[in-house]
């Protein structure tokens, strides 16, 4: 298998295809799960549009800063993901502790996680983001082209015999 810093242009360009399929799939179903009442539900809906739109333009002109933007919305996606777990979580809790304000331990997680939202969906936007820094990891469009002074600045030393 190639490696995908090395030359691996076609592996790089595929797992970015899947990539941007999921995204695309994980906006639809935000949609239709009607994942957009106002405030913190938008984060994942605009973090996707930006993130699909920034794999766009990898996808099709890879360059240093389309290389730079996609990998800045893949870590706010990590971000965005934590955040979301977090959110589903703490809104999980607060439910299960107005219905059974005793709960306590294992079972208030067992039913945080089980809860009515999601508590771990959220996970899939950091695991794109993840996904989308390893797609340009090494990436060659930030190769810097060798200073004709070589490494050290310092003109090439030049010998006769």
Same mark, same amino acid.
């Given at each position: 298998?190639?490696?995908?810093?090395?030359?691996?242009g076609?592996?790089?360009?595929l797992?970015?295809?899947?990539l941007?399929?999921?995204m695309v799939?994980?906006?639809?179903?935000?949609?239709?799960?009607?994942?957009?009442e106002?405030?913190?539900?938008?984060?994942?809906?605009?973090? $996707? +549009?930006? !993130?699909?739109? =920034?794999?766009?333009? %990898? /996808?099709l002109?890879?360059?240093?800063?389309?290389?730079r @933007?996609?990998?800045?919305?893949?870590?706010?996606?990590?971000a965005?993901?934590v955040l979301?777990?977090?959110?589903h979580?703490r809104?999980?809790a607060?439910?299960e502790?107005?219905?059974?304000?005793?709960?306590?331990?294992?079972?208030?997680?067992?039913?945080?996680?089980?809860?009515?939202?999601?508590? $771990? +969906?959220? !996970?899939?936007l =950091?695991?794109?983001? %993840? /996904?989308?820094?390893?797609?340009?990891?090494?990436?060659? @469009?930030?190769?810097?082209?060798?200073?004709?002074?070589?490494?050290?600045?310092?003109?090439?030393i030049?010998?006769?015999?």
């Amino acid at each position: 298998m190639p490696d995908i810093g090395e030359g691996g242009g076609g592996l790089r360009r595929l797992l970015l295809a899947v990539l941007l399929f999921g995204m695309v799939g994980l906006a639809a179903e935000l949609v239709l799960l009607d994942h957009v009442e106002p405030g913190w539900q938008w984060v994942p809906l605009v973090a $996707l +549009a930006l !993130g699909s739109v =920034a794999g766009a333009a %990898l /996808l099709l002109r890879p360059s240093a800063a389309t290389v730079r @933007a996609f990998q800045v919305m893949m870590a706010l996606f990590v971000a965005a993901g934590v955040l979301g777990m977090y959110l589903h979580i703490r809104g999980n809790a607060q439910f299960e502790l107005e219905m059974d304000p005793g709960m306590r331990g294992l079972a208030l997680v067992w039913e945080v996680l089980r809860g009515a939202t999601p508590s $771990l +969906a959220p !996970g899939t936007l =950091a695991h794109f983001g %993840l /996904l989308g820094l390893a797609c340009t990891y090494r990436h060659p @469009a930030l190769r810097r082209e060798p200073s004709p002074r070589g490494a050290t600045g310092a003109a090439p030393i030049h010998t006769e015999i």
